[in-house]
């Protein structure tokens, strides 16, 4: 349907963010917390290479959980977005909705909405019919 972003940059990614990680903490603590060895961690990292399938869903699962849904380039939070609003018959207006509603919610608690949801309204057609419901 939508296509993820490249698969390497992806990795490249959660790469730069478990080395961060690691600088902040310690290579076992985040070897702990990615539920993995600390040498299977350290290979990941330093590796170009395609990792087996289970390294590849324990470090997304890690860098979705840790670093957050401000760490998805916006392409990819508006497939995840697309995803929850994909069978009406114009899953970006959807997209548009969302968004228009976390605006409201962040709004109402007195509060500037993340910095994602304007990255995200970049990538997602505007609709004119519609219009921004602020």
């Excluded at 993340?114 to 057609?125: A, D, K, L």
Aim: aromatic letters at 8%; one cysteine or more.
């Amino acid at each position: 349907m939508y296509p993820m972003q490249n698969e390497t940059s992806d990795l490249d990614r959660i790469r730069d963010a478990l080395r961060e990680a690691i600088a902040r903490t310690t290579l076992r603590a985040v070897a702990l917390r990615v539920g993995m060895s600390p040498t299977g961690l350290q290979e990941f990292v330093g590796s170009r290479s395609r990792p087996y399938g289970k390294t590849c869903e324990k470090v997304r699962a890690w860098f979705y959980r840790e670093a957050g849904f401000s760490s998805i380039a916006p392409d990819d939070a508006a497939v995840l977005l697309r995803r929850l609003v994909g069978t009406l018959p114009q899953p970006d207006r959807g997209v548009a909705r969302l968004l228009d509603c976390v605006e409201g919610a962040y709004r109402e608690a007195g509060m500037f909405s993340p910095e994602w949801v304007t990255r995200v309204r970049q990538v997602v057609p505007p609709h004119p019919a519609e219009g921004h419901v602020p």
